[in-house]
């Protein structure tokens, strides 16, 4: 028996929805944060299998395959990160997000876009177009819209990222604004 088998998860098939009600709970944690570390790229092979493992446990319990971009045509790359965890991202995604490190071959710096990110305080599976995603309480969503959200690991969370020092506030004004529940949708505006 491995440890994903001892530890019970929440299973979320809608990732948006689950996200709204941990909004909408009025115990959301929201920072705004950016990669700040550099990563490990190869370029994958179309059917590889890869599977997410940190701190021995398995994240990625189907494991992910490397499959062609339809935009580029291209495989997708298989991403080694800060604690050794590997998975994939589609060529013309990891084109838009990373950038070659000139002088270390092999190594990307991230074009640091910021995200939204999201404490979780349940365990969470996550079924997620890659397969499912096993995210242990502690761990964050991290929210780039309202249809591009993933989960991460709270050791890989806090290795990996840095706030951008944006208020607790107007963070969680960003997020609910994402997901349209500001309530500002049906303000009449003064503009002329």
Known sequence: MNLNELIKY???DDIP???ISILKSGKAEVDEVFKHTRIRAKRGVAGERIDTIVD????????????IDEKTGKPGWVVIGAHGEKYIISDSTFISLYDEDPERPGEFISKGAPVLSLKLDENVRLHTSFGLQDIPAGGYLLMKSNKKIYGIDEKVYEDTYKRTGKKPEE???KALQMFGLDNNNDKETDEI
């Open 171 to 173: 963070c969680l004004k």
């Open 10 to 12: 929440k299973e979320i």
């Open 56 to 67: 021995g446990r398995v994240e990625t319990p189907d494991g992910e395959y490397v499959s």
């Open 17 to 19: 929805e689950y996200a």
